[in-house]
């Protein structure tokens, strides 16, 4: 089965073609970071609309890069939700249109179940069961995934999402958006003992995270040393500042997972979502798991963020479990994964 995804969640639009057969025949990626560069932040009506202006040309692209044609393809695949409305809606109408027109199946896929299966598209898959530790910009979930579209939340941030608290600091400390690849690289020349930040609900039983603490110790250590040095921090103080505060996020999120993977007895990690593409988690997280005796599981680099490659992956396993939506399509910006299986579009239609 040979399966067209789209993704336009949020700021980068992205579309791949999947094959079960042969797997990913090509994937292309348009990234709006510098539309939104100047606001410091997504703008979401400006997402929408260069998710429009974008789309058609990457889908074409695509296809003369997998040197495929359109007839080609058995089903499309399009990002439904959590996101930004808007720009979700411009990746659901062109991918729910373009399947009627060539009269295939369409699926809704939930982002972050993109997100968790991407791994599979590696050379060494993770076989089910296993845990997943998403961490993107929009969420901070640990989920056992026992196969396809069989997911138990265990654990999930009671505020901001690990990847909102590195832009909120990274911001703090004048790094340009999107925060996060830019205060690790920061954090590179940080020194890990100079300040010490705390590492939020580890001291307590359970798998859900807060990170909204961590941003406000962050902004009180950024204040405490700009009085101390006159106004401005030098730059090693903002590297020290940097790199304790991914020191915490990083223990933070290895103390979680420690405890889920020996909770569920499963040796098999996945890490997945922007936050997954951070070096330093990385390494600390392989070597948790080789004291635990498993193995940690993660998508390339430019798989952990969003791209469309894990939605057609992920929309190609629902086809060919026989799943597909109905004409009228729906998007939500908010979608719990345990509601995955109840469907977003009405099968009376
Ligand atoms: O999965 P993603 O591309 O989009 C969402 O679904 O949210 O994740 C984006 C998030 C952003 O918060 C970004 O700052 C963060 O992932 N991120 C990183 C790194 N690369 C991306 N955070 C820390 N270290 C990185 N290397
Ligand atoms: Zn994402």
């Given at each position: 089965?040979?399966?067209?995804?789209?993704?336009?969640?949020?700021?980068?639009?992205?579309?791949?073609?999947?094959?079960?057969?042969?797997?990913?025949?090509?994937?292309?990626?348009?990234?709006?970071?510098?539309?939104?560069?100047?606001y410091g932040g997504v703008v979401p009506e400006l997402a929408s609309r260069d998710h429009v202006r974008k789309l058609l040309p990457l889908?074409?692209?695509?296809?003369?890069?997998?040197?495929?044609?359109?007839?080609?393809?058995?089903?499309?695949?399009?990002?439904?939700?959590?996101?930004?409305?808007?720009?979700?809606?411009?990746?659901?109408?062109?991918?729910?249109?373009?399947?009627?027109?060539?009269?295939?199946?369409?699926?809704?896929?939930?982002?972050?179940?993109?997100?968790?299966?991407?791994?599979?598209?590696?050379?060494?898959?993770?076989?089910?069961?296993?845990?997943?530790?998403?961490?993107?910009?929009?969420?901070?979930?640990?989920?056992?995934?026992?196969?396809?579209?069989?997911?138990?939340?265990?654990?999930?941030?009671?505020?901001?999402?690990?990847?909102?608290?590195?832009?909120?600091?990274?911001?703090?400390?004048?790094?340009?958006?999107?925060?996060g690849p830019e205060l690790a690289k920061l954090a590179e020349r940080g020194d890990p003992d100079r300040y010490k930040f705390p590492r939020?609900?580890?001291?307590?039983?359970?798998?859900?995270?807060?990170?909204?603490?961590?941003?406000?110790?962050?902004?009180?250590?950024?204040?405490?040393?700009?009085?101390?040095?006159?106004?401005?921090?030098?730059?090693?103080?903002?590297?020290?500042?940097?790199?304790?505060?991914?020191?915490?996020?990083?223990?933070?999120?290895?103390?979680?997972?420690?405890?889920?993977?020996?909770?569920?007895?499963?040796?098999?990690?996945?890490?997945?979502?922007?936050?997954?593409?951070?070096?330093?988690?990385?390494?600390?997280?392989?070597?948790?798991?080789?004291?635990?005796?498993?193995?940690?599981?993660?998508?390339?680099?430019?798989?952990?963020?969003?791209?469309?490659?894990?939605?057609?992956?992920?929309?190609?396993?629902?086809?060919?479990a026989g799943e597909s939506e109905a004409l009228r399509f729906t998007v939500r910006s908010r979608w719990p994964m345990d509601e995955l299986?109840?469907?977003?579009?009405?099968?009376?239609?």
């Amino acid at each position: 089965m040979r399966v067209l995804g789209i993704e336009t969640s949020c700021d980068e639009t992205g579309v791949a073609v999947y094959d079960s057969e042969q797997g990913m025949l090509a994937h292309a990626l348009h990234s709006q970071v510098e539309l939104h560069a100047e606001y410091g932040g997504v703008v979401p009506e400006l997402a929408s609309r260069d998710h429009v202006r974008k789309l058609l040309p990457l889908v074409r692209q695509l296809f003369q890069d997998a040197g495929i044609e359109a007839s080609s393809l058995d089903g499309v695949a399009y990002t439904a939700g959590p996101g930004l409305v808007g720009a979700l809606l411009v990746g659901a109408s062109v991918g729910r249109s373009m399947a009627w027109a060539w009269g295939v199946p369409a699926i809704a896929v939930h982002h972050m179940e993109g997100h968790l299966l991407a791994p599979m598209l590696e050379p060494d898959p993770p076989a089910f069961p296993f845990i997943a530790m998403l961490v993107s910009g929009g969420h901070t979930q640990l989920v056992e995934v026992e196969g396809i579209g069989r997911y138990r939340l265990l654990g999930d941030t009671l505020d901001d999402a690990a990847g909102e608290a590195f832009d909120k600091t990274a911001k703090l400390l004048g790094l340009p958006y999107p925060g996060g690849p830019e205060l690790a690289k920061l954090a590179e020349r940080g020194d890990p003992d100079r300040y010490k930040f705390p590492r939020p609900m580890t001291d307590r039983p359970g798998l859900d995270f807060s990170f909204s603490g961590l941003k406000t110790f962050a902004l009180n250590t950024i204040q405490q040393a700009e009085r101390q040095e006159g106004g401005s921090l030098s730059d090693t103080t903002r590297a020290d500042i940097a790199r304790a505060f991914e020191e915490a996020v990083v223990d933070t999120l290895l103390i979680k997972c420690r405890r889920a993977v020996r909770q569920c007895a499963i040796k098999r990690l996945v890490l997945a979502g922007g936050v997954s593409a951070n070096q330093r988690l990385r390494q600390r997280i392989d070597s948790m798991m080789e004291g635990e005796a498993g193995t940690a599981y993660y998508p390339r680099p430019k798989f952990c963020t969003d791209n469309g490659a894990m939605i057609a992956y992920a929309g190609c396993q629902h086809l060919l479990a026989g799943e597909s939506e109905a004409l009228r399509f729906t998007v939500r910006s908010r979608w719990p994964m345990d509601e995955l299986g109840e469907g977003v579009s009405d099968p009376g239609l």
